[in-house]
């Protein structure tokens, strides 16, 4: 508790840099997995070879992916792109087959519905389709939410700051109050955009709670 | 820069000895089968107990909620806490190889249960029905039908611990991961980058074997489950979607 007193500013500092590198990818992967979740659920035959491919992305190990990241991109080894861009493929990997299975969770008589008041492509998606397949694709984005913020800590190793400088540092120095801390801060972030995103969930589907309220 | 990756890998000093490629190879494939081993041996009957019983499922939520603490604060204090208290090697291998083996368990925890559960009651019941002991009903029909989620969270495991093992490199653990910590700290970048890519080629390859294992386990009447609907009917996607329900069993490291 010593060590948090008298550095809680570089904790918060820190806290925010991981906020960054956790967060800017899930809000890009998620974004890019709406449109191949969509092609999923469009073309049957592509849904396979969608999931596939975005679960053998997901299994390179985070370590490895920031280290090779540089290779693909021409970027500096040291360079946080690395770091930002490995996320976003992750963030893509666990939510392309989330948005899919979260569109074919909407029932079919619901579409004909929206098509027959006259919804139709793009409009019918945004407007009908995804916001009833909101609790699945929710359900994903935690996930993705509360792993990218654990992922995140390993990017210390390729120099990419935040909260897991202080683990490393905690277990050079061999300084337990700033290991710790960075154990407890990096768990409480993740529960944060957690709630965040819970919240955020029931803000979208206000119809999930209109019958419960009476 | 590719051109120089290539020559790391051509260099014959790489394939051999204490620090070649087949020796952390070695390792690497050791330490995650030893720890998935134990993990097993330890999620997989609690599992069955949890989805056969209905009991304890807490402890289920309890696992999943592991996968918020950063993987590489667990290694290091474990090492800053066991380490002083081991001789020698021991100091580095031992907590690391604790840790791995403790990550294994909620993904096969998880993946265990959910299969039990996700048991269609109707077979269930007709299993009783036709006068089969608990016991039975457990191994001739809660357990073929949990395959295909059980080999789920054996794969993530798998994945998880491969993962791990090389970021425990960090701490002194040895494996493919000690190509690219040690191609950091010596400011070798192309040995960095040779061990990311091999500990990638591993993973994939891997993932690879447990899904051809996945299909030769997994008896070939579930299989409609996976690929689609059977009659074109408009199958329930709940049903076929473990990320639908509370237990996700993917995990990462």
Do not use: C
Not at chain 1, 153 to 161: D, I
Not at chain 2, 15 to 26: A, T
Not at chain 2, 159 to 170: G, P, S
């Amino acid at each position: 508790m010593d060590w948090l007193a008298s550095n809680w500013r570089t904790v918060i500092d820190l806290a925010l840099s991981h906020l960054y590198l956790a967060g800017v990818p899930l809000v890009v992967g998620f974004v890019l997995a709406i449109p191949l979740g969509w092609v999923a659920k469009r073309w049957p035959r592509s849904y396979p070879s969608v999931v596939t491919t975005t679960g053998l992305l997901y299994t390179i190990p985070s370590l490895a992916l920031f280290v090779v990241m540089p290779l693909i991109l021409g970027t500096q080894i040291l360079d946080p792109l690395n770091v930002v861009v490995a996320m976003s493929v992750y963030t893509v990997a666990l939510l392309a087959r989330t948005v899919a299975d979260g569109l074919r969770s909407v029932p079919d008589h619901i579409e004909q519905a929206a098509t027959a008041m006259g919804y139709k492509g793009i409009r019918r998606l945004f407007g009908v389709e995804l916001p009833l397949a909101a609790p699945v694709i929710a359900a994903g984005l935690r996930v993705a939410a509360v792993s990218n913020v654990s992922i995140v800590s390993v990017a210390s190793l390729v120099g990419a700051s935040q909260l897991g400088d202080l683990l490393i540092d905690g277990y050079n120095r061999v300084i337990w109050g700033e290991l710790l801390t960075g154990i407890l801060a990096t768990v409480a972030l993740a529960l944060v955009l957690d709630a965040v995103i819970v919240f955020g969930t029931r803000l979208v589907t206000p119809w999930l709670r209109a019958g419960a309220g009476a | 820069m590719i051109g120089s990756i290539l020559a790391w890998f051509t260099d014959p000093a790489h394939w051999s000895g204490e620090d070649g490629v087949p020796h952390r190879l070695f390792q690497h494939l050791w330490y995650t089968g030893a720890t998935l081993l134990v993990a097993a041996l330890v999620a997989i009957p609690l599992g069955l107990w949890i989805g056969h019983t209905g009991r304890a499922r807490w402890l289920v939520s309890a696992a999943n909620a592991v996968r918020a603490v950063p993987t590489l604060g667990l290694l290091l204090a474990a090492s800053l806490w066991l380490g002083p208290h081991l001789q020698g090697d021991l100091a580095y291998v031992v907590p690391s190889i604790g840790v791995l083996a403790i990550l294994a368990v909620p993904p096969l925890l998880a993946g265990t249960y959910a299969g039990i559960e996700a048991v269609d009651p109707a077979a269930r019941d007709a299993a009783k029905g036709v006068g089969m002991s608990g016991r039975q009903v457990l191994w001739q029909v809660e357990v073929p039908n949990a395959l295909p989620l059980v080999m789920s969270g054996v794969r993530s495991a798998t994945l998880q611990v491969v993962a791990t093992a090389t970021i425990a490199a960090y701490p002194g653990l040895g494996g493919l991961g000690r190509f690219i910590i040690d191609g950091q700290a010596y400011g070798e970048y192309r040995t960095a980058a040779a061990g990311a890519l091999l500990v990638a080629a591993l993973a994939v390859a891997l993932e690879g074997l447990l899904a051809l294992v996945q299909r030769r386990v997994v008896s070939p009447g579930l299989r409609g489950a996976v690929g689609g609907s059977r009659n074109d009917d408009d199958a329930d996607p709940a049903e076929m979607d473990p990320a639908a329900e509370p237990v996700d069993v993917r995990a990462h490291a």
